[in-house]
């Protein structure tokens, strides 16, 4: 019956670039001078939030939101908190500097083992590296079942979940024994604003901060940092704005259509 087990959620959010401060900088090596730039929490992570405490105000339970980042992480994790998440940590540490989706998934991993979850909930991709792979990732070295690409939480039980997945030519329906790992797209839930009280606790509460020495024997020491890192970064690049279309105008219906018609057939569309 419900309430005899309490659902521990763990939600991974990481904070990125504010896009629209207009101030991105690039690190000599090709990656993103974080330090220097406004972040905000990844869009596909605060809807992974927002389901978590959904299910918590379903079910009860405690929804922990960590981050792997550097002490301004702290930001990220109080809003959070402020949302209505009841703990935080950041996973931090001049050893993780540098790591890429492999290196950062094992060091969450290794977090993830000293913590308590029945279900694991990260944003699908992150809006600075759009690599899609984290989650799934974790998913992989902590042996949890996982669905990623997930649009709705169609039933929360203490002991499974039944998801909606996105795919291609439609959609899947999917229950999983928990423990397990869910990545979440942007249009499974719509983020609650932080409220006033929230902001007030969110400071009063006290992050957990999870170091190296906290983690290392639960880590692939050669799978840590920019040397653990077997990706590289070739070039980082603002998205490209695609360039406006042709507009025509003050034409009559007949020569709009001729006029689109021939454009498809320059183009070989038709």
């Known amino acids: 019956s419900e309430g005899e087990h309490e659902m521990k959620i763990v939600v991974c959010i990481k904070q990125v670039p504010d896009t629209t401060s207009g101030i991105v900088k690039v690190n000599e090596n090709g990656t ?33 939101v960590v981050t792997m980042g550097p002490p301004q992480a702290d930001v990220a994790i109080r809003e959070a908190l402020a949302m209505g998440c009841d703990e935080g940590v950041i996973v931090g540490g ?13 060091i969450l991993a290794g977090a993830m083992r000293i913590m308590d979850y029945d279900l694991i909930i990260t944003g699908r991709q992150a809006i600075d590296g759009d690599t899609a792979q984290v989650g799934p990732q974790l998913a992989e070295k902590l042996h949890l ?29 999917i ?5 397990c790992l869910l990545t979440a797209i942007g ?30 024997d ?13 990706t590289n970064v070739y070039q980082s690049f603002p998205k490209q704005m695609k360039a406006p279309g042709t507009v025509l105008k003050d034409m009559t219906d007949d020569e709009y259509v001729a006029a689109i018609m021939a454009k498809l057939e320059e183009k070989h569309i038709i």
């Open 94 to 106: 001049r050893e993780f500097a540098g790591s890429d989706t492999y290196a950062t998934s094992g």
């Open 32 to 64: 993103l001078d974080r330090a220097s730039m406004p972040t905000i929490i990844n869009h596909d992570d605060k809807t992974a939030i927002e389901a978590a405490l959904q299910i918590k105000e379903q079910l009860g339970g405690t929804v922990t």
């Open 218 to 230: 639960d880590l692939e020491l050669d799978f840590i940092g920019t040397k653990g890192s077997p």
């Open 187 to 216: 249009e499974l839930a719509k983020p609650r604003y932080m409220t006033v009280d929230g902001i007030v606790e969110a400071y009063e509460k006290e992050v957990k901060v999870l170091g190296f020495e906290d983690l290392k």
């Open 175 to 179: 229950k999983m024994s928990t423990p």
């Open 145 to 173: 079942p996982q669905v990623s690409y997930v649009e709705e939480i169609v039933k929360a039980e203490e002991d499974a979940i039944t998801v909606k997945r996105q795919f291609e030519d439609g959609y899947h329906i």
